[in-house]
């Protein structure tokens, strides 16, 4: 039986049109997005949504996500919710670990703030709209500053224990792909990472980067039209089509030399190289592309701000900030490359293309009885003023 919280009075939204749909539940989120489809309720257990998760979910369509959690929990403020709101996706929020007990493929009804299975009522949450999102963002932005202490605790703490792989690249092994003096475009499936890469397009043909994909990122490559080069990660969101397609394999492991992700790669036939390191995945694919000797480092979909570390939602993001100062010289935001970034035309290409166009001109008119008219009476023309020219200095 599931339990039910306490109703809390009325909930906002409360008057709205009911929405019903299939259970989906999923303690991941974004293992809970592949198996979506529109239409479907997604029950999830997810403290503070963030823009990855919410962009996600908007994806997949469903018609509603029911969180056993808070989606805003004033720690920071969050983009989550008001991405899912302003999608027109309902999102009912803090209903409490009883709603992960819902079947899966359960018919559920939506009222309100209230979840319903066959009539009964199995959970109570408030139902967020607009005004309840901007009231948790005010709140959240009050709450920041302990936030930003405890991301100066933790980045300390990751020096201490990483210096040095930070300082001296000590740790980092040895890897066949051909790096040294080359750009490398590392691609984690995080924000804005498909229309970076369409604004990328040009700058890949041209410049042939290396192409890593952290996890996911090496389907977002794939799914662009390209080949990864080189896939890093723990291996927990990639495909095995990314896996089998070729790219030199690179697992993330924990210090102690645990790699979840190391069996999975074995299975598929690929024999990887493992990479032991405390901090994230993308943080090792920018100190392995550096280590190597890249000579420029694009980043798609990575994390460069403080809410974005944040919305990673866990204190090893400390290690990216760190990274980022440790390679700064090197990296180029994919946002910046895309406006910096113009495909180079010479003056000569540009003259030669305007005479291409004069002289693809001059054929449409010839090939008219108007045009051959207008050329006679052009040429005509001229010869008058050859003949007044030549009268003038008595030729």
């Given at each position: 039986?599931?339990?039910r919280?306490?109703a809390?009075?009325?909930e906002?939204?409360?008057d709205?049109p009911e929405?019903?749909?299939?259970?989906?539940?999923g303690?991941r989120?974004?293992?809970?997005t592949?198996?979506?489809k529109?239409?479907?309720?997604a029950?999830i257990?997810?403290?503070?949504?963030?823009r990855?998760?919410?962009d996600?979910?908007?994806t997949?369509?469903?018609?509603?996500?029911?969180?056993a959690?808070?989606?805003?929990?004033?720690?920071?403020p969050n983009?989550?919710?008001?991405?899912?709101?302003?999608?027109?996706i309902?999102?009912?929020?803090d209903?409490?670990?009883?709603v992960?007990s819902l079947?899966?493929?359960?018919?559920?009804?939506?009222?309100?703030?209230?979840?319903?299975?066959?009539g009964?009522?199995?959970?109570?949450g408030?139902?967020?709209?607009?005004?309840?999102?901007?009231a948790?963002m005010?709140?959240?932005?009050?709450?920041?500053?302990?936030?930003?202490?405890?991301?100066?605790?933790?980045?300390?703490t990751?020096?201490?224990?990483?210096r040095?792989l930070l300082?001296?690249g000590?740790?980092?092994?040895?890897?066949?792909?051909?790096?040294?003096?080359r750009?490398v475009?590392?691609?984690?499936?995080?924000?804005?990472y498909?229309e970076?890469?369409?604004?990328?397009?040009?700058y890949?043909t041209?410049?042939r980067?290396?192409l890593?994909?952290?996890?996911?990122?090496?389907?977002a490559?794939?799914?662009?039209?390209?080949?990864p080069?080189m896939i890093?990660g723990?291996?927990?969101?990639?495909?095995?089509r990314?896996?089998?397609s070729?790219?030199?394999?690179?697992?993330?492991?924990?210090?102690?030399?645990?790699?979840p992700g190391l069996?999975?790669?074995?299975?598929?036939?690929v024999?990887p190289?493992?990479?032991?390191?405390?901090?994230?995945?993308e943080?090792?694919a920018m100190?392995?592309?550096d280590?190597?000797?890249?000579?420029l480092?694009?980043?798609?979909?990575?994390h460069?701000?403080?809410?974005?570390?944040?919305?990673?939602?866990?204190?090893?993001?400390a290690?990216?900030?760190?990274?980022?100062?440790?390679?700064?010289?090197?990296?180029?935001?994919?946002?910046?490359?895309s406006?910096?970034?113009?495909?180079?035309?010479?003056n000569?290409?540009?003259?030669?293309l305007s005479?291409a166009?004069?002289a693809?001109?001059?054929?449409?008119?010839?090939?008219?009885?108007?045009?051959?008219t207008?050329f006679?009476?052009?040429g005509?023309?001229?010869?008058?003023?050859?003949?007044?020219v030549?009268?003038?200095?008595?030729?």
């Open positions: 039986m599931i339990l919280k306490p809390r009075g009325p906002p939204g409360a709205l929405v019903r749909g299939t259970a989906r539940v303690s989120t974004k293992d809970l592949k198996r979506l529109p239409g479907d309720v029950v257990d997810h403290v503070d949504i963030d990855v998760a919410a996600a979910l908007v997949a369509g469903p018609a509603a996500v029911l969180n959690a808070r989606s805003t929990s004033g720690r920071y983009a989550g919710p008001g991405i899912l709101v302003e999608a027109g309902v999102l009912v929020d209903l409490g670990p009883g992960m079947p899966e493929g359960a018919s559920v009804t939506v009222d309100g703030g209230r979840v319903l299975v066959d009964a009522t199995v959970a109570e408030t139902r967020q709209d607009a005004a309840t999102v901007e948790d005010v709140t959240s932005r009050e709450g920041l500053s302990e936030e930003i202490e405890n991301f100066a605790e933790n980045t300390m990751y020096l201490r224990k990483e040095d300082l001296d000590v740790g980092v092994p040895d890897v066949r792909t051909h790096i040294d003096g750009h475009l590392i691609v984690v499936r995080g924000y804005h498909r970076d890469l369409a604004m990328l397009r040009s890949i041209e410049n980067p290396v890593v994909g952290v996890d996911g990122g090496a389907d490559i794939i799914d662009a039209g390209w080949k080069d890093v723990d291996m927990d969101s990639v495909s095995d990314a896996l089998s070729g790219a030199e394999i690179v697992v993330h492991a924990y210090r102690d030399g645990n790699a069996e999975r790669v074995r299975d598929l036939g024999e190289v493992v990479f032991p390191a405390t901090g994230t995945s943080d090792i100190l392995l592309a280590d190597k000797g890249a000579e480092i694009v980043a798609v979909g990575t460069a701000t403080l809410v974005e570390f944040l919305d990673k939602g866990r204190a090893g993001m290690s990216t900030f760190l990274t980022r100062l440790r390679v700064g010289g090197k990296l180029v935001d994919a946002k910046g490359v406006r910096l970034y113009r495909t180079r035309i010479s000569l290409q540009l003259t030669l005479l166009g004069v693809a001109v001059l054929a449409a008119l010839w090939s008219t009885s108007a045009g051959q207008f006679g009476l052009v005509a023309r001229i010869d008058d003023i050859v003949s007044w030549g009268s003038l200095f008595g030729v």
